[in-house]
C-alpha cells in the first residue's frame, strides 16, 4: 500500500509545527519557537546533524533528529529523537522517520545509537533493536507564590549569569558533569557545542539562571531555559570540592524564585533514576512526577 504520508528535511519555517508536535507528544519539554527555527537553520558544530519531517496532508505529523552525540567518548555512538503526533501513529509514520534517521548515522559512521522512549513505546522500541537501560524521571513544580531563597552561608555569593564570564561558567559545567550518568562513557561537552547549547541558546533565561560565586570561581549553577510561562531546568550542578554543602538547593531554589518573579507558572526538570543527591532536592522544592522515559541503545 502506497503511503500516505511523505518524509523530508525539516525547515526553519517548520518551527512552529515542530513546537506544536512535541508539546502533543511531550507536554513536559519546554523549547520555544526561536530554539527551534535556530536549530532547523543552523545545527550544532561537528555533530553531523539531520532533522526530518514528515507530512500528510500539508501537516507536519511527525519529526526526527539524529546526530553524533559529542558528549560520547565514542565518536561512533549517535542519539536518535522520534516524535509522532498520536492521531497519526500505527500507519508507519514513526517507522519511516526512524529508518532514514538511522540510516543517516550509519552514513555518517555512528555504529550504536541511544534514543528517549516513554513505557508505552518501548515495544516499538524494541522491535527496531533498541533495547532499554535505565529510567530518566521528568516532574514539574507550580511556581505559584514560590519564594524565599536560604542563605547562601559565610564565603558564598548567588549571582546571575550576567555577572560571571562564559569561559568561567563552562569550566564549572565540565567539573561539574564529570560522573554524571550514561549509558556510554562520556568526555567533556566540547567548547563549541557548550556555546551553541548553552550560552548561544535563544531561550536561555539570563534574568533567572543562577552561580553560586567563591570569590571568582563558579561553583554550583542553575541554568534555566523559558518559554513564555514555563520554564526548563536544563542544568543544575555543583563542583565536586563543593559539594554536600546544600549549593544545588540553594542555586536552583534562586533560580525558581527569579524564574517566578518574572511571570512563570510551572517549571519542569528530568533526572537520571541513579542521580540520588538531585532527585532528593527536587523532592524538597515540592516537584511531583510528570512522566518517566527509558534509555534505550541499539547495535546499528
Avoid at 88 to 102: F, N
Avoid at 285 to 296: F, H, I, K
Wanted: hydrophobic share 40%; aromatic share 8%; with cysteine.
Amino acid at each position: 500500500m502506497t503511503a500516505d504520508f511523505s518524509i523530508r528535511p525539516a525547515r526553519p519555517t517548520d518551527a512552529a509545527a515542530v513546537v506544536a508536535l512535541r508539546a502533543a507528544v511531550y507536554p513536559y519539554l519546554v523549547r520555544g519557537e526561536a530554539s527551534t527555527r535556530r536549530m532547523l537553520a543552523s545545527p550544532p558544530p561537528g555533530e553531523d546533524r539531520i532533522f526530518l519531517a514528515a507530512e500528510r496532508g500539508g501537516e507536519v505529523v511527525g519529526s526526527a533528529s539524529a546526530f553524533r552525540q559529542p558528549r560520547s567518548a565514542d565518536p561512533g555512538f549517535g542519539q536518535v529523537s522520534l516524535h509522532v503526533h498520536p492521531d497519526h501513529r500505527g500507519r508507519g509514520v514513526g517507522v519511516a522517520l526512524l529508518a532514514e534517521a538511522t540510516a543517516h548515522l550509519r552514513a555518517v559512521g555512528v555504529r550504536r545509537a541511544g534514543a528517549w522512549a516513554v513505557p508505552e513505546a518501548v515495544g516499538f522500541a524494541r522491535g527496531h533493536g533498541f533495547e532499554p537501560s535505565r529510567e530518566l524521571r521528568y516532574s514539574a513544580l507550580d511556581l505559584t507564590g514560590f519564594t524565599g531563597v536560604p542563605d547562601p552561608g559565610p564565603g558564598i555569593r548567588l549571582a546571575g549569569i550576567r555577572e560571571v564570564d562564559e569561559r568561567a561558567l563552562y569550566d564549572a559545567d565540565v567539573a561539574a558533569a564529570t560522573d554524571e550518568p550514561g549509558d556510554v562513557p562520556s568526555q567533556p561537552t566540547p567548547y563549541p557545542t557548550w556555546r551553541y547549547e548553552i550560552w548561544d541558546e535563544p531561550g536561555l533565561d539570563r534574568d533567572a539562571s543562577t552561580v553560586a560565586l567563591d570569590g571568582s570561581a563558579v561553583v554550583a549553577f542553575s541554568l534555566v531555559l523559558r518559554d513564555g510561562d514555563r520554564v526548563w531546568s536544563d542544568m543544575t550542578a555543583t563542583a565536586p570540592a563543593y559539594r554536600g554543602r546544600g549549593l544545588a538547593r540553594l542555586v536552583k531554589t534562586a533560580a525558581l524564585v527569579r524564574a517566578a518573579a518574572g511571570g512563570v507558572r510551572t517549571a519542569y526538570t528530568s533526572n537520571d533514576e541513579s542521580n540520588a543527591p538531585m532527585l532528593a532536592v527536587n523532592a524538597r522544592l515540592g516537584y511531583r512526577p510528570v512522566a518517566t522515559q527509558l534509555s534505550c541503545v541499539a547495535e546499528l
